[in-house]
């Protein structure tokens, strides 16, 4: 465990100390060769459904290893685990076979072992008998981050994570400590322990992370007001990571500068990129943090200011890699996240599910998707205009937006209006009225109470 020992009282250190974290991660983490154990609980791994289960977990993990620049994956291991609680896990012998295993390779830099958290004092036994750093989910997840991470608001979030990790590890210290009757091991005259001192310091640097963060909370609550006053609809997409999300928006919107990456959780911050619908109404689609199963609370809770853009949307598009063979688990996984996140029931009821990759699915598999959900190829366009279409309808069922054609004069200010405060979707001539044109469009209701205040209720029915 790092001793900190400065304070950290200003956004402006806060950061730095968020930076050196990310800097000092991309150092260290640099070309590690990792074998992967898998544990099983007894009992379980005679079951061939839940083998096909650890199969695609297994396959997961070492997606999740070859995510960071330079590591590679030794080897892969399953190992029947005693208990998820207790400090050894395994039985004796599989823990002698695990540690002959590791030290007879050389090659090994570093175990991953798949469990979503180890206990410190797991780590630390571990550790000591395999001669190696033993990651968990937790950290391994929180590495790719750091690997990740470039703007300030996504390293100030990964920083606070980290607080986190550490904070529960040194109470699982002070648990031991006193079980051993060795809580007393006083630095100063002060009467303060070195525990007591890293946790203060811990809770300080926890502190100044908040108050950053709080800053860059209320600059995007902010920005998404001015967004609002606009009166564009927001469109939040939101999926397992690398399900294609930001390809979908690029499919949507047409945007040249979207880059999407073949990579897990290449997209740390939310962004925003507006596109046009199939009646030209301006939407503005959020591209979201992917998330992966067993995704850590403590990281959820750091990423809740960047993803409190979700919770304000007016629609979620959720986004399923339907080529995955573990595709129905993975949806299910970010509905409960949405859920954990406290996505207001609404916003849930009416999810936009979006089946994509359908190109990729071989032909003659019979595979079924969801009921109701959209089948979409982000990158060969497949089903992109109807599900624009899809989008329209239900921003009108959700929204206050109002879709009616009113009939204006054809000399006057009445378009020029419109085409600013509205969304027209298309001008017509009116048979038998050489003065007047009929406007097809998509106010906000309160765009509308302007139009009717300045030019009257002419509304064609």
């Not at 911050?269 to 199939?278: E, F, M």
């Given at each position: ?16 100390y968020a ?9 260290t ?9 898998q ?18 977990q297994?396959?997961?993990?070492v ?43 050389q ?15 797991q ?14 989910r ?7 981050f ?42 100063g ?5 070195l ?7 811990l ?13 860059l ?33 690029k ?12 990579r897990l959780?290449?997209t ?40 409190e853009?979700v ?12 080529s ?36 990729l ?41 109002v ?5 204006i ?21 009116i ?5 007047h ?22 509304r064609?029915?």
């Amino acid at each position: 465990m790092e001793e900190f020992d400065e304070e950290v009282d200003s956004s402006d250190l806060a950061f730095d100390y968020a930076n050196k974290l990310t800097e000092r991660g991309h150092r260290t983490i640099a070309g590690h060769k990792v074998l992967i154990i898998q544990p099983v609980l007894k009992g379980l791994q005679t079951s061939s459904q839940h083998s096909s289960t650890l199969a695609l977990q297994l396959a997961e993990a070492v997606s999740l290893v070859q995510t960071l620049p330079s590591w590679s994956v030794v080897d892969t291991q399953r190992a029947r685990m005693r208990s998820a609680t207790k400090r050894a896990m395994f039985g004796k012998g599989t823990l002698q076979d695990l540690t002959e295993k590791i030290h007879s390779d050389q090659e090994v830099s570093t175990v991953f072992l798949d469990v979503d958290r180890l206990s410190g004092l797991q780590k630390g036994f571990l550790e000591e008998a395999w001669g190696r750093p033993v990651l968990d989910r937790f950290e391994l997840v929180l590495e790719i981050f750091k690997s990740h991470a470039s703007s300030r608001e996504a390293k100030l979030q990964i920083a606070l994570a980290e607080v986190h990790f550490r904070k529960s590890h040194l109470r699982q210290a002070v648990e031991e400590l006193d079980q051993q009757g060795g809580g007393q091991q006083y630095i100063g005259g002060g009467g303060e322990t070195l525990l007591e001192k890293q946790q203060r310091l811990l809770r300080d640097k926890e502190g100044a992370l908040r108050k950053a963060l709080a800053k860059l909370k209320q600059k995007r609550g902010l920005l998404r007001a001015g967004r609002e006053k606009k009166n564009f609809p927001h469109v939040a997409v939101v999926g397992y990571t690398n399900a294609g999300k930001t390809s979908l928006i690029k499919a949507l919107t047409g945007s040249s500068k979207l880059d999407p990456q073949d990579r897990l959780f290449a997209t740390l911050d939310v962004t925003s990129h507006v596109g046009q619908l199939t009646n030209r109404m301006r939407v503005i689609f959020l591209d979201t943090v992917g998330f992966i199963a067993n995704l850590p609370h403590e990281l959820i809770a750091s990423f809740s200011a960047t993803l409190e853009d979700v919770l304000h949307a007016d629609l979620i598009l959720l986004v399923t890699d339907v080529s995955h063979p573990d595709w129905p688990s993975q949806r299910l996984n970010v509905l409960n996240v949405l859920h954990d996140l406290g996505v207001a029931q609404n916003l849930l009821d009416n999810v936009v599910e979006v089946s994509n990759k359908v190109d990729l699915i071989p032909a003659g598999s019979g595979e079924e998707l969801t009921e109701g959900s959209l089948p979409v190829s982000a990158r060969e366009g497949t089903g992109v205009t109807f599900l624009k279409e899809v989008i329209e309808q239900r921003l009108l069922d959700v929204t206050d937006l109002v879709k009616c054609a009113v009939k204006i004069p054809q000399a006057g200010l009445h378009l020029g209006w419109l085409y600013k405060e509205a969304t027209v979707e298309e001008v017509s001539p009116i048979e038998g009225d050489a003065e007047h044109l009929r406007v097809d469009a998509v106010f906000s209701k309160s765009a509308f109470a302007k139009f009717c205040a300045q030019f009257g209720d002419s509304r064609i029915t």
